[in-house]
């Protein structure tokens, strides 16, 4: 039409999407590259059948490649408010732009992308929007990013390491990402979406209050570190419950977590290594607790797992993370 009318300048080439095969948006964008003059549609994409081309839809996908569409599309929940009471019709919470969800992360993973966009964005000071997830920033519309965690079976182990680092301080070694997340899944699956205080109450059920059927109590450690005879530098005195009943054994080591795993391994009669040890603090201040993760190894098996242990003493911490990973093998049975 464009390149065989004549007199082409005096006429109005018009296109009228329907979305019958979901296409309404593509096919009136490819007119308008191809030429075409003006789009006839609707709001929210009323219309027969699937319904006629969503104007908006298309004035905001100009918006969010720099074009102005020269329409008033600012306040979108105005807009929402209006048709929604006129029309009788809800818009779908997953409309492009205007459905409650569009602006909400849903998943831990994602969240963090976002997160990192934006402090990016704001670090080089950019004049141009871009974030990860977002394809507008969604106060241009009138709109608020809603960073809202919700765990399911596709969220992986990302998300879940996301929840417990953003909502509770816990930062996950790398290799703890997978076993954990694998606990959440099983419960995902069968529930569908988990919130972050169930993961958090997992978590606890898991590692924290795994004390069962060996129990830490008490530690007393002893520098030996002046006694050159000695080839350790540490002894430590242990008292801990088996199956409710108070038990205390002593041991040397090279550190204090050296030391405790040597004590296990003569009093219990187990075979274990410490293969990685990782620590942090939960909160800051004088009386913040301290996170500590072990990654423990069955000998004579192979099994590996993590335990984790929080405490105002570091120390005490890690000693606790040694006993929930031994429990967590069933080595204390």
């Known amino acids: 039409m464009n390149k065989h009318f004549k007199n082409r300048e005096s006429i109005i080439v018009s296109v009228h999407p329907h979305n019958d095969r979901g296409t309404g ?4 964008e490819l007119a308008l590259l191809a030429g075409a003059d003006r789009i006839e549609g609707t709001l929210f994409g009323n219309g027969e059948r699937t319904g006629n081309v969503d104007i908006l839809n298309i004035a905001y ?31 779908h919470p997953r409309h492009p732009y205007a459905g409650k969800l569009v602006f909400t992360a849903f998943s831990g993973s994602h969240q963090d992308a976002i997160n990192k966009g934006v402090k990016a964005m704001k670090e ?3 004049e141009f929007w871009q974030v990860p997830y977002l394809p507008i920033d969604p106060a241009d519309i009138g709109r608020e990013y809603e960073p809202i965690v919700r765990i399911n079976s596709q969220s992986g182990k990302g ?12 930062k996950l070694p790398k290799g703890m990402h997978k076993e954990f997340a694998n606990v959440i899944q099983k419960i995902s699956e069968k529930q569908g979406e988990v919130s972050p205080d169930e993961i958090m109450e997992q978590f606890r059920k898991e590692y924290l209050n795994q004390k069962e059927p060996i129990h ?14 000695s080839e350790f530098d540490t002894k430590v005195l242990v008292t801990y419950t088996d199956h409710g009943k108070e038990k205390t054994f002593e041991a040397v080591g090279n550190g204090p977590i050296d030391a405790v795993q040597r004590g296990l391994q003569e009093t219990i009669d187990v075979k274990i290594k410490v293969l990685d040890y990782e620590e942090h603090a939960l909160q800051s201040g004088s009386n913040s607790q301290a996170a500590a993760y072990i990654h423990l190894l069955d000998a004579d098996d192979g099994r590996v797992t993590y335990g984790v242990g929080v405490s ?22």
């Open 25 to 28: 948006v593509a096919s009136a």
């Open 61 to 91: 996908n100009m918006f969010s490649q720099g074009i102005d569409p020269e329409l008033v599309i600012d306040k979108v929940n105005d807009i929402i408010e209006i048709y929604e009471r006129c029309c009788k019709i809800p818009v």
């Open 124 to 126: 080089r000071n950019s």
């Open 312 to 333: 105002s003493n570091i120390t005490r911490a890690s000693v606790r993370a040694i006993f929930s990973a031994i429990n967590r093998l069933g080595l204390g049975n």
């Open 159 to 170: 998300g879940v390491a996301f929840v417990m680092d953003t909502y509770f301080g816990f």
């Open 216 to 229: 830490f109590r008490k530690l007393t450690v002893i520098d030996l570190s002046n006694e050159t005879e």
